[in-house]
């Protein structure tokens, strides 16, 4: 029997269109082609289980193979097969008239973004590495008589019968000239590493079995054990510190997904390297970027979600808009929450161990998603400068008497660097006042976020102001100079600054305070900041940096100051004075540092 045709098509060559439109990357081929066995291999599974087959099943697999001499790969199933029928039925038909479809749709797009994934074109992305492609195939039905199929990527096809005793299909492929590295073992290996790692059912590549047909998210937790979970990421992530925690994703309505999404060890400073959360489909990888169905803020978790009811294009290569990536989105938000309110309640100091590593996606997660922060404001964490954890409600009564101002806001100090502003963090606890350590990158964004969220609280850099100020609780402290010595005061060191980005004040501060110190205004610094973090505030950035340099009016060294009859003498000790709360703050620099040490030592 032979039998030589026309597919009914108006395009001319389909081939050359499918290859440009369709995939970007020509390895995708085959992963559409060892799917499709795969899934012939479970239909025969499937058929043997409800009573329509009763023969030997054998050794299901799904086997690769290469023939470098003759240019040939092949991918061969064990499956439910074909009759010659059925071959022109869905090899010639039913896909080519998604072909059709295909190219009328979008003949006139450059690419490919738009395209729903409802064609059923995956076996002739063949063609885009082969000149020739045959089929032998043999179906479960007995009685049924083995059938060959040959098309060069024209139009033009042949069918006849074929030699082959067992059930299954073999796709041979003659891979064209330009497509020859496809021909190394490595090559194909890697291919099947990438995407059929977790195929359901054993992959063959030169004699081994490549892939997990088991991995542990399609099977229950109340299986598995933390070792599985350790074990299985260390497959995903080898040589990886372990994971924190993870949680376990299992879902049939209103969709389904199932996945297992992993925390890893971050540190404060932003991780930028993401060993990103890996997308399947039935087992089958498409993608590891994974934006519109998990979370912005959880980008830096690991771990494999997978969803059929995730809407592909035709190549599988994007993801469509769909009120279900929504939904998955959601779900994986509300799921992540869970599982940290859990930990939370569960083992409170083992989750104030993690916080180091977690508060980043926290703080993220309730920055960029107002339903995660509703849930969140119950197991956030600040640490103050003794170590101590709150939660958001705790710090608020923590500080509620010491450190309400005399409008009535709680005021909540923090600290961006423990060292750099340790002067300002003692004048604070001096006063028995809380400081929070507030020192990632994440952390003014955090801050912003909680002015907004939380009423009557303000957030103050420790630094920005003198330490009554930050607290004004309407008390204030009578200075010992008179006005008129507070002005020459001030036009002595406005004088000996001579800056006009320094901005001189002399108000009276406890005997107890330094005699003058560098501040800079919170708003201003804030815009200044946001500005360089591109934050849109343009105009801040530009600004020059200002500092305010409040001078004691009550600390003994000012007094001496005020007394001094020389001009020079008063200069000098200004000098002295502000260079040092100057180099408290890392802003004596250059010149000025290097006259300073000498002066110094020529004191001794």
């Known amino acids: 029997m032979k039998e030589t045709g026309n597919i009914s098509i108006h395009t001319e060559n389909i081939f050359p269109i ?29 058929l043997s289980s409800i009573g329509e087959f009763n023969g030997e099943l054998g050794d299901l697999k799904v086997q690769v193979s290469f023939d470098k001499d003759k240019k040939t790969i092949t991918i061969s199933d064990n499956g439910i097969g074909m009759t010659a029928e059925e071959i022109k039925k869905y090899i010639n038909q039913i896909a080519f008239s998604g072909a059709t479809e295909f190219v009328e749709k979008y ?6 973004k738009g395209i729903i994934g409802h064609f059923g074109l995956g076996f002739y992305s063949a063609f885009m590495v082969a000149k020739e492609v045959e089929i032998i195939s043999k179906s479960y039905q007995e009685g049924s008589e083995a059938a060959r199929w040959i098309c060069d990527g024209s139009t033009e096809y042949s069918i006849s019968s074929a030699k082959k005793k067992t059930r299954g299909t073999d796709i041979i492929l003659h891979i064209a000239e330009d497509s020859e590295e496809f021909l190394e073992e490595y090559r194909l290996k890697s291919i099947l590493d990438k995407y059929g790692k977790f195929l359901p059912m054993p992959i063959e590549f030169q004699e081994k079995i490549i892939n997990n047909p088991n991995p542990i998210w399609t099977k229950s937790p109340s299986d598995l054990t933390d070792e599985d979970y350790l074990q299985f990421y260390d497959e995903l992530y080898p040589m990886q510190e372990k994971p924190l925690f993870w949680i376990h994703l299992n879902v049939d309505y209103p969709f389904n997904l199932t996945g297992i999404l992993y925390f890893p ?106 339903k995660f922060m509703e849930r969140a404001m119950n197991f956030c964490l600040v640490q103050d400068t003794n170590d101590k954890y709150f939660t958001l409600d705790e710090y608020a009564e923590e500080v509620q008497a010491a450190q309400t101002d005399k409008d009535g806001n709680k005021v909540y100090l923090y600290t961006t660097d423990e060292q750099q502003q340790d002067a300002f963090i003692q004048s604070a606890k001096q006063k028995e006042y809380s400081v929070l350590k507030l020192d990632s990158l994440i952390d003014s964004h955090f801050i ?75 708003f201003m610094r804030r815009m200044s900041e946001m500005s360089k973090n591109g934050g849109g505030m343009g105009m801040f950035g530009s600004m020059p940096t200002t500092y305010n340099i409040t001078v004691n009016a009550n600390h003994p060294l000012i ?4 007394g001094l009859e020389s001009e020079d003498e008063q200069k000098a000790l200004a000098k002295q004075i502000s260079d040092l709360a100057l180099l408290s703050q890392n802003l004596l620099t250059g010149a000025d540092l290097t006259a300073f040490i000498k002066r110094t030592i020529a004191k001794q």
């Not at 390895?27 to 599974?45: C, G, M, P, W, Y």
């Not at 003949?107 to 490919?112: E, V």
């Open 265 to 370: 060890k971050v540190k404060n400073e932003m991780q930028l390297q993401r060993e990103k959360i890996q997308l399947y489909s039935r087992q089958v990888f498409i993608t590891d970027e994974v934006k519109d169905i998990v979370p912005e803020f959880l980008m830096l978790l690991h771990g494999v979600i997978d969803s059929p009811d995730i809407p592909l294009n035709v190549s599988r290569s994007f993801l469509q808009a769909d009120s279900n990536v929504k939904k998955i989105n959601s779900y994986i938000t509300k799921k992540v929450a869970d599982k940290l309110a859990d930990l939370f309640k569960a083992d409170r100091a083992a989750f104030e161990e993690k916080f180091a590593n977690i508060g980043l996606f926290v703080k993220y997660g309730m920055i960029s998603d107002e």
């Open 448 to 522: 912003q976020a909680m002015e907004a969220k939380l009423e009557k609280t303000q957030w103050k850099r420790v630094d920005a102001d003198r330490i009554d100020k930050l607290i004004d609780t309407g008390i204030n402290l009578e200075a010992v100079l008179s006005d008129t010595q507070k002005e020459s005061v001030k036009k002595v060191f406005e004088e000996t600054l001579n800056d006009k980005q320094k901005v001189v004040a002399v108000e009276a501060m406890s005997p107890d305070e330094l005699p003058a110190i560098v501040t800079q205004n919170e």
């Open 559 to 562: 007094g001496k100051l005020a």
């Open 107 to 112: 003949k006139d797009q450059g690419d490919d």
């Open 18 to 46: 499918i290859k440009k439109f369709l995939y970007s990357d020509h390895e995708i081929f085959l992963r559409e082609l060892v799917s499709n066995a795969v899934d012939a291999t479970q239909k025969i599974k499937r």
